[in-house]
């Protein structure tokens, strides 16, 4: 095993009973909306599948029992340049375990790398080679679950995060270097990780491959960017991309031009809170039309009770107003961008509308995002939805270890 040169004191999770009390008292109290003719969910989550999840939040869902599996690693909250900043660790057990900070997205939580930490840790103990292991990082981003309060930082955003992380890795824990990992907007911090500390990266690996400067603009709000459909285009494929532009549009134009006067209405009810990322996980998720087959109850209420009880639902949708707010900006004018060899995994459910899986590593060659990216390698599975590495654990982490096997 390594340790850190720098290695703080422990700070395992330990979330207050009054906490507790407060959520089971705002639970029972939740005025529900009327929610006729929803079934389908065409209106959004429904009221009866919320009523479940509520009532099972309530009666049987046992956060202790979470929180001892999240305890079973270690935990630190650090001082990053006046940022409070928690990270969870598993250590390298392997010849020469290169350290690894993985970024998660919104709305996940650290722990939804729960499922590739231990392999990537220990591969041997995984049937995999030793050689390969990692020493994890897994930080909660700036205000989102127990990496809060940001009363002094309201303008955080994810080109400032990878700020806070290479000081987190290099001065904070004193690694000399390191490799990155990420998804959704975890993706975007890696990716400013390996444009402006490529020299100080092995590799970075990411669940998808944006622009950097994705949230420039005037319509950061809008996916489309507000084009038109153009005329002539199959029917179906039409249809693909209304129903793609339906996924994201109310998430992307709340987030980036409102989050905070929906957070008034997500901090005070957990139900609500719960409703608008519950929403998130249905439709970007692979699950087949079961939102169960990818997320249990159990993990659906983990990951809404990290964000419950941290009271960090409005910060981190901010982030994406702040995305905006302050653009990004290049560190240098080479080209690629991102300088530090890169790993890309795509999955199928995210295919672009009329691109198929067996002809999405060429879309994206053929795309003007490629020539951002220093990529060495590209890797499409067909099952797997926007949570990668929970959904397909097992190929994320083989991708992610090909990737990384050049540099040891």
């Not at 998804?183 to 490529?198: E, F, M, N, P, R």
């Not at 009770?305 to 302050?326: D, K, Q």
């Amino acid at each position: 095993m390594t340790t850190p040169p720098f290695l703080p004191e422990p700070s395992p999770i330990c979330v207050s009973d009054e906490l507790l009390a407060d959520l089971e008292h705002r639970l029972k109290s939740t005025k529900w909306p009327l929610d006729a003719g929803n079934d389908d969910w065409f209106y959004g989550v429904s009221r009866k599948y919320l009523e479940e999840l509520v009532d099972y939040w309530i009666h049987k869902f046992d956060w202790r029992r979470s929180e001892r599996a999240i305890n079973a690693y270690e935990h630190y909250k650090v001082n990053v340049d006046g940022v409070p900043v928690h990270f969870m660790r598993k250590p390298g057990r392997g010849p020469n375990p290169i350290p690894l900070i993985l970024s998660h997205g919104w709305p996940w939580t650290f722990w939804h790398w729960a499922k590739v930490i231990d392999p990537l840790a220990d591969p041997g103990a995984y049937g995999g080679d030793p050689s390969d292991a990692f020493d994890v990082i897994v930080p909660s981003l700036p205000g989102f679950g127990f990496s809060a309060p940001l009363s002094h930082h309201p303008d955080m955003n994810f080109w400032k995060m990878a700020d806070l992380w290479h000081t987190l890795m290099t001065d904070v824990l004193g690694y000399k270097k390191y490799a990155a990992g990420g998804c959704d907007v975890g993706a975007l911090i890696t990716g400013q990780l390996g444009h402006k500390y490529s020299d100080e990266l092995y590799a970075i690996h990411i669940g998808s491959a944006l622009k950097l400067n994705f949230f420039n603009g005037d319509r950061a709000w809008d996916f489309a960017g507000g084009r038109p459909i153009s005329e002539g285009i199959p029917e179906g494929i039409r249809k693909e991309m209304v129903k793609f532009d339906r996924r994201f549009a109310s998430h992307l134009a709340v987030h980036v031009l409102d989050p905070g006067t929906l957070a008034y209405g997500l901090s005070d009810s957990p139900a609500g809170m719960l409703a608008w990322i519950l929403e998130r996980w249905n439709h970007w998720s692979d699950n087949k039309g079961d939102i169960e087959h990818v997320f249990s109850k159990d993990d659906i209420l983990t990951h809404a009770t990290i964000y419950w009880v941290t009271h960090t639902i409005e910060t981190s949708m901010r982030t994406y107003a702040n995305n905006n707010r302050y653009p990004w900006a290049p560190s240098h004018d080479r080209w690629p961008v991102v300088e530090a060899p890169t790993g890309i995994t795509f999955v199928g459910y995210e295919n672009p509308p009329g691109i198929t899986t067996e002809h999405r590593v060429r879309s994206f060659l053929e795309s003007d995002r490629a020539p951002w990216y220093n990529h060495i390698q590209i890797t499409v599975h067909e099952q797997g939805g926007h949570f990668i590495p929970w959904e397909i654990p097992e190929k994320w982490v083989e991708d992610l270890r090909r990737t990384m096997r050049g540099f040891r």
